[in-house]
């Protein structure tokens, strides 16, 4: 089992910034990879960054390219999310994501474990 807590969010003004973290305990020598979803009100799960834990490739979704920095700390077993230029449409609850199988994907279904998720709230 691996018991994932999340911390960070909040409320901030269009054009700031919030770092999300993720804390991964438990059989952690089985990640090989690591994800942020979000889910907006009304709206499906969707990918936003992931991270393979043991060679650091990335990927990220088209809307948050340049704005956001998926990152992780092995030794911590803990996850971030640098969000920075927020904009309205990032409003979402944003959820951490581990999967044990190799190789990222940008699909929920396919990661093992979840974050309860934090709210994150773009706004003037």
């Known amino acids: 089992q691996v018991l994932l807590v999340q911390s960070g969010g909040g409320l901030v003004q269009p054009g700031g910034s919030l770092r999300l973290s993720c804390a991964a305990s438990g059989r952690t020598s089985s990640v090989n990879a690591m994800a942020w979803f979000r889910q907006a009100p009304g709206r499906e799960r969707e990918f936003v960054a992931g991270?393979?834990?043991?060679?650091?490739?990335?990927d990220y979704a088209d809307s948050v390219k340049g704005r956001f920095t998926i990152s992780g700390d092995n030794a911590q077993n803990t996850l971030f999310l640098q969000m920075n230029s927020l904009k309205p449409e990032d409003t979402a609850v944003y959820y951490c994501?581990?999967?044990?199988?190799?190789?990222?994907?940008?699909?929920?279904?396919?990661?093992?474990?979840w974050g309860r998720g934090t709210q994150v709230t773009v706004s003037s």
């Open positions: 994501a581990l999967r044990q199988a190799p190789a990222l994907h940008t699909t929920p279904a396919r990661y093992d474990y």
């Open positions: 991270i393979g834990w043991n060679g650091g490739t990335t």
